[in-house]
């Protein structure tokens, strides 16, 4: 079936640094939603992406749609200590009038003071 | 803001007993979820519901499982004879999807951690 893959599984990063984690799809996807979840927490929607080549932005994070539809990436800038947690990326498949969440595997963000 | 709520945080079985692990969504959502999330890795999708019955299963939701909406508030997700792989955080989620999916938002429970002894 249908899968996303996420990369990298774990980030470390130095506060104030850069980075972005990636999902990537074999096939086109109708949409993307981005999760975070802080350590012992649950998760907690950040953003939907439908449209291709799509970018929003809150604040320091950046989020993308490739043009095909089978990718999408999140950039967070000047990254700090309240980063922490795992981001997923999650497909909403439909099927009719229904759908089920698909999440990926997860990047793991570490942020070092 | 509204929020899902789930009790208990934690619940300890032995193996073989019934469990069920209760959920109120947001009010005027339509839609419910359980997600299950074994320590570590990644949020797995168990049953979506709507208008008292399930719309969607993975495969992980076999005859152990069942979902219910007894009332107007609660969702519940009942699990026949546990066993020790059912040990995990169990989410639920609620959303107010109308059938555009680009409103579709889903908020999650703080989860119940279930152990199996």
């Known amino acids: 079936g249908q899968q996303v893959m996420q990369i990298p599984q774990y980030q470390h990063v130095q506060e104030g640094e850069d980075f972005t984690t990636y999902c990537n799809s074999s096939?086109?996807?109708?949409?993307i939603q981005w999760y975070k979840q802080r350590p012992g927490g649950h998760p907690v929607f950040l953003i939907q992406?439908?449209?291709?080549?799509e970018v929003k932005k809150q604040k320091r994070l950046t989020f993308q749609f490739g043009e095909a539809k089978k990718n999408s990436s999140l950039h967070i800038t000047a990254t700090q200590t309240t980063d922490v947690g795992t981001y997923f990326c999650?497909?909403?498949?439909?099927?009719?009038?229904?759908?089920?969440?698909?999440f990926g595997a997860g990047t793991q963000v570490v942020v070092t003071p | 803001e509204p929020e899902v709520t789930q009790t208990p945080s934690h619940q300890v079985t032995q193996m073989g007993q019934e469990v069920i692990l209760r959920c109120v969504p947001i009010?005027?959502?339509?839609?419910f979820y359980w997600y299950r999330q074994i320590l570590g890795q990644k949020v797995e999708f168990l049953v979506s519901f709507y208008n008292n019955e399930i719309s969607e299963k993975s495969e992980i939701f076999d005859d152990q499982f069942s979902v219910e909406r007894p009332d107007g508030s609660n969702f519940t997700l009942k699990i026949r004879s546990t066993k020790l792989e059912d040990s995990a955080m169990y989410f639920c989620?609620?959303?107010?999807?109308?059938?555009?999916?680009?409103?579709?938002?889903?908020?999650f429970g703080a989860g119940t951690r279930l152990s199996v002894l």
């Open positions: 096939t086109t996807l109708s949409n």
């Open positions: 989620a609620s959303s107010a999807r109308l059938l555009d999916s680009s409103k579709n938002i889903q908020y």
């Open positions: 992406l439908v449209k291709s080549g």
């Open positions: 999650a497909q909403y498949m439909t099927t009719d009038s229904w759908g089920k969440f698909q």
């Open positions: 009010s005027n959502h339509l839609y």
